[in-house]
C-alpha cells in the first residue's frame, strides 16, 4: 500500500525549509544593513572633515605669511602708503584726478 501523500508532506517541509531560509537571509540583511550605511556615512563624514582641515592648513600657511611680510616695517610703511594714503609728517599729500573725472 502506497501513501498517496507522501510527496505532498516532503514538498511541504521543503517549502518550509527554503521559507525558513529566505525569511533568515532577510533577517541578516537588514542586520547588516544599518552598520554598512553607518561606514559609508561616516566615510563621507571624514572625507568632508579632511577637505575642511587641508583648506584650513593652506589658510593658515597664508596667514603665517602675511604675518611675517607685516613684521617688515618697510612692508608696513609700503602698505600705508599705498592702500591707507598716508605720509609721512611734513609731507603733503596730493590728488590728480584720473582722466573722464570732471572737476
Known amino acids: 500500500?502506497?501513501?498517496i501523500y507522501a510527496p505532498v508532506a516532503h514538498s511541504r517541509a521543503r517549502r518550509g525549509y527554503m521559507l525558513v531560509?529566505?525569511?533568515a537571509v532577510v533577517i541578516a540583511a537588514a542586520l547588516v544593513w544599518?552598520?554598512?550605511?553607518a561606514y559609508f556615512a561616516e566615510r563621507a563624514s571624514v572625507a568632508a572633515t579632511?577637505?575642511?582641515f587641508k583648506s584650513a592648513t593652506k589658510?593658515?600657511?597664508t596667514l603665517l605669511a602675511e604675518i611675517k611680510s607685516l613684521n617688515?616695517?618697510?612692508?608696513?610703511a609700503y602698505l600705508a602708503k599705498?592702500?591707507?594714503n598716508m605720509v609721512y609728517p611734513g609731507q603733503r599729500s596730493y590728488l590728480a584726478p584720473t582722466t573722464g573725472q570732471a572737476g
Request: hydrophobic share 40%; no cysteine.
Open 34 to 37: 544599518s552598520p554598512i550605511s
Open 82 to 84: 599705498t592702500e591707507l
Open 72 to 76: 617688515d616695517l618697510r612692508e608696513v
Open 59 to 61: 589658510l593658515h600657511a
Open 21 to 23: 531560509g529566505i525569511a
Open 1 to 3: 500500500m502506497t501513501n
Open 50 to 52: 579632511q577637505a575642511q
